[in-house]
Every structure is written in C-alpha cells, then in structure tokens.
C-alpha cells in the first residue's frame, strides 16, 4: 500500500503573491476535481492526499517552494505520534525514554526536536497508539522529565552560581562542579562564556535534577575528547539504573556510551518516522547503509566519508603571525608564523578554553581578506534568501546538497539548528573577497549525512577556488576525513593557550589522541570510527604502536 503526504508550508505558502499556480496546473483539477483548493480565509493551498495523484506538478510550480509531497511504502497512519496539522510535518512514532542510556541519530528535520518536545512535555501527542506510550505520558503529567537543550544561546543572563543553585535537587551538583571544572566559571556571566563552557554548565544544570527521565540533545557538540570522555564515563557509571536519551551526532562517541539507539529518517519538512530501538553497532551502521534490515524499510542510499589522500601544496593563501593576546587573565601565545596554502583544508583541534576560537576571531579582525563563521550562531529577523546567491558552481552545489533551496523564504528566526548552522556555512564560504575561510565548530547541530556532504563541499572549496579553509571542530571523524593538515592547542584551560605547532593529519591526530590518551579501532562493517575502552586489548595496541588509529 502506498501512502502519500502532501505538505504545505504555512510560513512559504503565500496566495496574495502568485497566481496560484499549483491549484490552476493541478491535473485532478483540471478534470474538475477538487484536489487543491484555497483555505477559507485564502491563506494558504490545501491539498486532498486522497485525490492527489503524486504528478509533482504542483511542486515545480510552485514560486515559493512551499509544497512537498512524499510516497510512503507502508501504512504508517496507525503509528502517528504528532501533527502539525493538515499539510504539516507528521511525526510517526515515539523515541521513548528506557531504563539505560539510549540514543537517537537521525537527520535534520525529521523529528528529533519534535520527539524531544513531546517526551519532555513541552508538546502534547497527537495520537498515544501502545500501552508503553500511554504509560510514559501518564508518568509524564508528574513532571517527571528534565531537559538540556540543543542550542545555547548567547544572550543568557544571570551568574552561573545562579543557576546551578535552582537546579540542584539531587546532591550531585558538588561533584558535577568538579568534573566539569565549573568552580573557576561561578561566578562569572552566563553571556560570557564559550560554547564549551556554556555546554558543561548547561549539562550539571540538567544532571543535578533529581528525574526520573534525562533528555540530554546535543550534549557532545562544543566540548573538548577530555570533557566528553569525562560526561560519557558519569553517565555510564551513575545513570544506567536510570532512562537517559541522548540526541547527537558523534557516531563514535554514541557507540561507546548508548545501550540502544532509535533512527529518525524520513523527508525533512515533510514527515519523519522513529524505527524501534536496536543495539547501537547494528543501529548505527543501518543508519549509514540507509536500509533498517529488519522492518525491510530502504530510506536512502548508503552514505560514507569519502577518503583522501593529503597533496603536498605551495604558495601561500594566507599566514597566521606570531603573537601573544591577552583576554582578561587570559593569555594565547603563537611562537611561530604559520603558513597556509591554496587549495587546504587545515584542522584547529585541542582542549577547551585554550584559545582556539580567541585565534579565530583574532584573525577575522586583524588579517584582511578573512571570512568567518563563528562558533555561537545569532537568529536575527532576516530572510535566508537575501544571501542565498546561487552565481557560481560551487554555491549551486551547496545549495543543493545542502537542501537550502526550500528555505530560501524562512526567516532565520524559523530554522532548526542544523539549518541555521548550514546557512551561516553557505554564508561564510559565499563570499567571493576572501582567500580565507575560518569556520568555527561547523559540524554542530549538523546531522551525519550533512557532515559527510561538507567535508566533501570544504575540500571542494579550497582546491576549486585555490583558497585555504581554518576549521575548528571536535569530531575527530569529520577533522580525520576532512583536513590535510592540523594545527594542535595545548595550556593550560581558562588561564593559558599555546599553538602547540602545525602538523601533516596523520602526525596531527596522533598528538591529539596521544594527549588526551584515546584510541580508536574501525567497525569491521562500516570501517567508521569507533573509541576504545581504556585499558582494553585493542586500546593498549595501539597506544603502544604510536599508531592510536586502527588502519
């Protein structure tokens, strides 16, 4: 049986401003039926999924891309969690909180943040279809949930010792303090700090909350190997007799840390379904193939990193100097000048709060020809079709693998967290004037079939345009798959930042690991990434061969 949703979207759908071209062209109209037809009050095309007949012709025609209509292969109806409403993005399924850590992986748009709402109680469910449903959200009403959020925000006010102190019911705050280094941040203003240091104040927030259910979204983006390991290693050994959910993106780290895993897929905009939970290698590695063997449901094709072999380059694009900075207490020392050449891609990674995003900004201010993407995003009350240039190859091709085309009428005040991280990348690498490109944590928020399209689309920039590209980031798969070579930081954190030195990738991420004492084998399967368990055969192996990457 063949299922078919039509979606139309409220905020793109705009009748006083066209000819109404879908309800005109409609083939079942034009045989007298009414498959589209204009809402009462004339705000907005609806569209009978019964008669429509999946032509497509309404979405081509369409000047404001505000329609999409999807074939289903099964009878998903009966499994309908949420709805926007008619011709509204449909949710199909529940991620439910389990006793044990569980994650989600899915891809943007499809009802990660839609299935978080509703299991934190900040959405009601359209339809509650089995017993384990009903008796979750009857618990529910008890307030029985606490959430981290996925986007931190940079105009958060009050102390951080304010904070923590209405969030502390369980006991635990003392020694989340601890583990996340936050007595040196108390006192200070929630405005002014980083996104690493934002992200652990946020999760002691959440953790020290005495719940039944933790629905921690995005947890990983922002902190350093030290401070994931240190979060991953605390759930594990005081969270598994409790129902933790964990959305992100990390791959690697979630197949260290979950018990099981759910997959969100689906088409964004449109609809998503939430598969039943399997172990977490086998989930994730279905995610990747793009088929769920066991309920026999193909949702696209298969995606991997796509490998590359660094080129040695000459010339120079542009140099970062020797300085010394002083922020506050803070100082960031660069002992040596450092070239970076036409056509690469150069990787920043170390520890939190050494200086990494202090240089980057430093840069943009001081060097010319510099365009930047920052680490923390602003939504201000613009429309991404101001800047959604299409006039050259490169951007065209953004656009497309980036599915930017349908939010060209949405304000940026309107996306989701991946969307906006997607356009302040086209944003950044869109202008023309520069001959370097800084990019500040671009895979946050970005799903793991957008990380492996712009690790291709950055190497494309740099050798097309015979520019060089900065990119900070914490993924060790997108850096390892991405970069030719990275610049490592060390110090000491909030007080002292060094530029340890530039090296090739493979030297690069053997620093890396080496400092912050990880290993990682590959799936025999996927050969993606995979950490370690300290101690463990495999990790001593490669720890002792000074490989500490499985090849």
Request: charged share 30%; glycine share 8%.
């Amino acid at each position: 049986m063949v299922t078919r949703i039509a979606v139309v979207d409220k905020e793109l759908c705009n009748p006083s401003k066209c000819q109404h071209e879908c309800i005109r062209q409609c083939p079942v109209n034009r045989n007298g039926k009414d498959c589209i037809v204009l809402s009462k009050d004339s705000t907005i095309s609806v569209i009978d999924e019964s008669l429509c007949t999946g032509c497509g012709i309404c979405i081509r025609v369409c000047p404001f891309h505000a329609i999409n209509i999807v074939n289903l292969v099964a009878p998903v109806e009966d499994k309908l969690a949420y709805s926007y409403g008619e011709n509204s993005f449909d949710l199909y399924g529940f991620a439910l909180p389990k006793k044990g850590i569980i994650g989600i992986v899915g891809e943007n748009g499809c009802g990660k943040s839609t299935n978080v709402k509703l299991i934190t109680g900040r959405l009601k469910p359209t339809n509650l279809y089995s017993k384990e449903s009903k008796a979750y959200f009857d618990a529910l009403k008890k307030d029985t949930a606490v959430y981290k959020p996925q986007e931190l925000g940079s105009k958060i006010k009050g102390k951080v010792t304010e904070l923590l102190k209405k969030t502390d019911e369980s006991g635990r705050l003392k020694e989340l303090s601890k583990l996340f280094d936050l007595d040196t941040l108390k006192d200070r203003d929630l405005s002014q700090l980083s996104g690493g240091e934002l992200q652990r104040v946020f999760i002691a927030a959440a953790l020290s909350r005495d719940k039944e259910s933790y629905v921690l979204d995005e947890p990983l983006a922002f902190l350093d190997y030290a401070y994931r390991l240190r979060l991953i290693e605390y759930l594990r050994e005081n969270f598994s007799d409790k129902q933790v959910i964990v959305v992100d993106h990390d791959i690697s780290l979630l197949s260290y840390l979950c018990d099981q895993v759910y997959l969100n897929y689906g088409v964004p905009g449109a609809y998503g379904i939430v598969s039943q939970p399997y172990a977490t290698d086998r989930a994730i590695n279905m995610f990747l193939d793009g088929y769920i063997e066991p309920e026999n449901v193909r949702f696209r094709g298969e995606i991997r990193y796509k490998d590359h072999a660094p080129e040695k380059r000459s010339g120079t694009a542009a140099k970062i100097p020797a300085l010394k900075l002083k922020r506050g207490s803070f100082t960031l020392e660069n002992a040596s000048e450092i070239a970076l050449h036409p056509g690469e891609v150069v990787g920043i990674a170390g520890p939190n709060g050494t200086g990494k995003s202090t240089l980057c900004n430093e840069l943009a201010k001081t060097l010319g020809g510099v365009s930047m993407k920052p680490q923390i995003l602003e939504r201000p009350d613009e429309f991404v079709g101001t800047f959604l240039d299409r006039d050259t190859p490169f951007k065209e091709s953004f656009v497309r693998q980036m599915n930017l085309q349908r939010l060209e009428f949405l304000s940026l005040r309107q996306l989701s967290g991946g969307e906006l991280q997607k356009t302040a990348i086209f944003r950044c690498l869109a202008n023309d004037d520069a001959s370097l490109f800084v990019l500040d944590e671009p895979s946050n928020m970005m799903d793991v079939t957008g990380r492996i399209a712009l690790s291709k689309l950055l190497r494309e920039k740099a050798v097309t345009d015979g520019v060089a590209l900065l990119v900070v980031d914490h993924d060790l798969e997108f850096l390892y798959n991405t970069c030719d070579r990275l610049i490592i930081f060390g110090g000491t954190p909030a007080k002292h930042g060094t530029v340890d030195g530039i090296y090739s990738k493979g030297e690069g991420v053997k620093n890396l690991l080496s400092h912050f004492d990880l290993s990682y084998r590959k799936d025999e399967k996927s050969r993606r990434l995979k950490l370690n368990k300290h101690g463990s055969v495999k990790d001593r192996e490669l720890k002792e061969s000074g490989e500490f990457v499985e090849s």
